[in-house]
C-alpha cells in the first residue's frame, strides 16, 4: 500500500479560488508535478531533471523549435 502524497502549491500561484496552481508532492527520490485543475494529469522526475528545467527556463535559454 502506498503513502498518499502531500501536495503544495506553487507560491506563484497568487490568491482568488486557487484553481490555477502549480502543485508539488515528493516521494522517495520522485517529484510529481501537476496543475490543480487537472490533477490526473502528473509529471513525474527526479531532482536533477527538474532542477536542469528550472536552470534553463530562469536563464532564458530555451528555444522552441
Known amino acids: 500500500m502506498s503513502t498518499p502524497l502531500t501536495w503544495q502549491k506553487s507560491s506563484f500561484s497568487g490568491g482568488g479560488s486557487g484553481e490555477d496552481c ?4 515528493t516521494a522517495d527520490t520522485a517529484i510529481h508535478l501537476r496543475e490543480s485543475d ?12 527538474l532542477r536542469a528545467l528550472l536552470s534553463t527556463l530562469k536563464s532564458g535559454h530555451l528555444t522552441s523549435r
Open 38 to 49: 487537472h490533477p490526473a494529469t502528473l509529471l513525474t522526475t527526479s531532482p536533477a531533471p
Open 22 to 25: 502549480v502543485e508539488l508532492a
